[in-house]
Structures are given as structure tokens and as C-alpha cells.
């Protein structure tokens, strides 16, 4: 028995290790990618969408942040293997099930290959792949940290109910990172530099069809650029959209949990309410102060917060007994 709860402490130690990392290895990923476009450069925004060279391996520029980022996402690596062995050999919190660490170590190996031989940054799903696979991988880690230590009120009643508004605000978060990704991945973002909408023919389905195609390489003028139009202004107004529906739906979520529950629950509507008005204020003033490379890092920070936080409230409302098969 000793044993064993010796090695449940030492999975859940390493599982909010991994999660510190991922986070490091998100942010660093963003902050490299962003600049390596463009973003911030000195001659704006002529400079923006100049697509980066390849490197000797993947697209990591051979810089300070460039070796951190490699280093992080080297120990992430050894510590998911540890991870992932520890679950295998039944080592876990009785919370916990084999389904997410196994699915955290596929992600640990889709991303390195991605990042070690990935094609170029035209096409879309190299950026949607990088961004989305380091969010599922710390959704992943904080669901399991969080079951780990079991703090559930799942089999209450009015946790019940509360269950399934919390899964389509995890739908909708998901979602609305998924048109923030593509956002970046198409190089939509300063597309719109107005607010609270857009100049140009940006409201056809047409450019929403072509804008979800993330296989197909966007345009390139002949010094490489990326060539921006209406179809970059229509994925970017789409994300405006989705972040107006983010904000009211899981503005309604935190305050109907404030009025009713208390403790954890509680809690963790206040941090839902708090990271999407701070989201949404960090959305607006990146668009108003011209897309400064803080400004948008801390967008994709905040953004990681919120889903963190949302991925926390369907914990709390997730019965213990189900986490066997998570």
C-alpha cells in the first residue's frame, strides 16, 4: 500500500511538471513563431508574412529562446516517457485512467515529428497542428493532475445539472482556440486593423470555405510573403465572432455558478469569469495597438488559462467514479 501511493504521489508530481513545461513549450512556440513572421518587426506591416527559412531541423530559429524552447520540449519529452510507463505499470492514482496519459505521449510524438520535419508554414496545418496538439497536451495534463487529487462534486445533484452547460463551454473554448489557431495559421491577424469590423468583401461563405481548407498552401508573392486578402479579413472576423459568443456564453456559465454554488465550484468561475474579461480586453488592445508581439503572446497566455479553467469545471462536475475510462 505504501508503495503504491508512493508512486501515485510521484505520477501526479510529474504530471504538473509536464504541465509547467507544456505551458513554457507553448508560450516559447507561439513568442518564436510570431516573430520569425514578422510580427513587431521594425518596418510595420510591410514586414509581416515573410515566411521564415528552414532550419536544419524543423523550424526552430537557432536563437536563445530557439534552445530553450528545444531544451523544454526535451524534458517534456523524458518526462511524458516516465509518465506513460508509470500508467502502464498501473502506477497511478486510483483517478486517473490509461486513456489520457496514452493519449499524452501520442500528442508528445505527433508534435516532435512535427516539430522536427514539419513542411513549410504555408499551409495551415502545420501552425493548426503545433497550436491545438500543445493545448489538448496541457488540457490533458491538468485533467489528470486535477483527478489525481480527486476534489469532485460530481455525484451531487446540482453538480448534475451543471454538467452539461459545463461541457459546451469546454466545447465552445475549444472551438474558439481552434479559430484563433487558424487565425494565426493563415496569417489573418492584422487582416482587420479597425473595430468593431472590417473593411473589404470579407462576408462570403465562399472565403470562409477556402479559409477552412488548411490543407491547401496559402499564396506567396515572388520574394516568399504570404499574399493577405479578403479571405484572411473573413477568418479573422469569424474569430472576432467566436470571441463575442466565448465571452457572453461563459460570462452567463461563471455567473449562474457564482449565484448558486460555493467552494471549488466557485472558485473556478471566478478564474473563468476573470481570463475571459482579460482575454477579450487582450484581443482588443492588440488590435487597436497595431498587434505588438507581447500583447499577442499574452493573448495566446491567457488563452491557455481559460481552457485550463474550463477543463477544471468539468472535472468538478465529472463523478470520480467515471474517471476510470479518462
Known amino acids: 500500500m505504501k508503495d503504491t501511493a508512493e ?4 505520477f501526479t ?3 504538473f511538471v509536464a504541465l509547467l513545461l507544456t505551458l513554457a513549450a507553448v508560450l516559447l512556440s507561439a513568442w518564436l513563431r510570431l516573430e520569425s513572421i514578422g510580427l513587431g518587426c521594425q518596418d510595420w506591416p510591410a514586414c509581416f508574412g515573410q515566411l521564415p527559412g ?3 531541423h524543423g523550424l526552430v530559429p537557432a536563437t536563445t529562446a530557439g534552445a530553450v524552447h528545444r531544451f523544454t520540449a526535451s524534458l517534456l519529452g523524458v518526462i511524458v ?3 506513460t510507463f508509470l500508467a502502464l505499470r498501473g502506477r497511478r492514482p486510483p483517478g486517473v485512467g490509461l486513456a489520457a496519459p496514452l493519449a499524452v505521449f501520442a500528442l508528445t510524438v505527433f508534435l516532435s515529428v512535427l516539430g522536427y520535419s514539419t513542411p513549410s508554414p504555408d499551409m495551415p496545418a502545420v501552425t493548426l497542428g503545433n497550436l491545438l496538439g500543445g493545448m489538448s497536451m496541457l488540457a490533458l495534463l491538468w485533467w489528470m493532475g486535477q483527478r489525481s487529487v480527486a476534489n469532485v462534486h460530481g455525484n451531487d445533484v446540482a453538480a448534475t445539472a451543471l454538467r452539461p452547460w459545463a461541457r459546451l463551454g469546454l466545447l465552445l473554448v475549444a472551438a474558439q482556440i481552434s479559430l484563433g489557431a487558424l487565425n494565426s495559421a493563415t496569417f489573418a491577424g492584422p487582416a482587420c486593423t479597425t473595430l468593431p ?3 473589404g468583401n470579407w462576408m462570403t461563405v465562399a472565403n470562409l470555405a ?3 481548407d488548411i490543407f491547401s498552401r496559402l499564396d506567396t508573392d515572388s520574394q516568399g510573403r504570404i499574399v493577405t486578402g479578403d479571405l484572411q479579413k473573413t477568418v479573422h472576423m469569424t474569430h472576432r465572432a467566436g470571441a463575442v459568443l466565448t465571452l457572453l456564453y461563459l460570462g452567463w456559465l461563471a455567473l449562474a455558478v457564482l449565484r448558486r454554488y460555493s467552494g471549488a465550484l466557485r472558485s473556478t468561475a471566478i478564474g ?3 481570463f475571459v474579461v482579460i482575454q477579450t480586453g487582450l484581443g482588443l488592445a492588440s488590435v487597436l495597438a497595431g498587434l505588438p508581439l507581447l500583447l499577442v503572446t499574452a493573448h495566446n497566455a491567457m488563452a ?3 481552457l485550463l479553467a474550463v477543463v477544471n469545471l468539468n472535472h468538478l462536475v465529472t463523478p470520480a467514479a467515471n474517471s476510470t475510462s479518462s
Open 304 to 306: 491557455a488559462m481559460l
Open 210 to 212: 477556402q479559409g477552412l
Open 54 to 56: 528552414k532550419q536544419a
Open 13 to 15: 508530481f510529474l504530471v
Open 197 to 199: 469590423g472590417c473593411d
Open 7 to 10: 508512486t501515485g504521489s510521484l
Open 81 to 83: 516517457v516516465a509518465i
Open 272 to 274: 473563468m469569469l476573470t
